[in-house]
């Protein structure tokens, strides 16, 4: 059976507020999010996750039998301060005081698509007021 995780505390700083599915049959976990250092559907052996204390999160399987109809779920992933350097870099491309590493940052993040009003958009494509809007809306300090 696997089970929903959230890792609360660990020795590991990378671990804490990840989120995993565990498989204590096969002592295994898949990562389902991550701060740094894994990956979304990296599987590892639950000995290399050390010890950790969690909270169990509730798993729903799909019953291909059950009932008619789909389902469709859209999750982002992000982090406050990616999107705030994105914006910092073309602040200062506009400006024309960009260097190499604003450039850089730019290019590697070309394709990074965020959900604005149930459209998927390009973040690189909005404007300043609109990626400070997305900003400020987005994140939370707490729920």
């Known amino acids: 059976m696997v089970t929903g ?57 799909a019953n291909a039998t059950g009932r008619e109809g789909g389902q469709h779920l859209n999750v982002n992933v992000l982090q406050r301060d990616v999107l705030q350097k994105l914006m910092a870099a073309r602040e200062r491309v506009e400006a024309g005081s960009a260097n190499d590493d604003d450039y850089a940052l730019i290019s590697d993040n070309a394709q990074l698509t965020i959900r604005v009003s149930g459209y998927a958009v390009r973040f690189n494509s909005l404007t300043l007021e609109q990626q400070r809007d997305v900003i400020a809306r987005t994140f939370t300090e707490s729920m």
Request: proline share 2%; net charge negative.
């Open 5 to 61: 995780i959230q890792i609360t505390q660990s020795a590991n700083d990378a671990l804490v507020g990840s989120i995993w599915l565990v498989d204590k049959q096969a002592g295994q976990a898949r990562c389902v999010a991550a701060k740094e250092q894994y990956q979304a559907d990296q599987v590892v052996s639950l000995a290399e996750l050390g010890e950790f204390e969690s909270r169990e999160l509730p798993v729903e399987s």
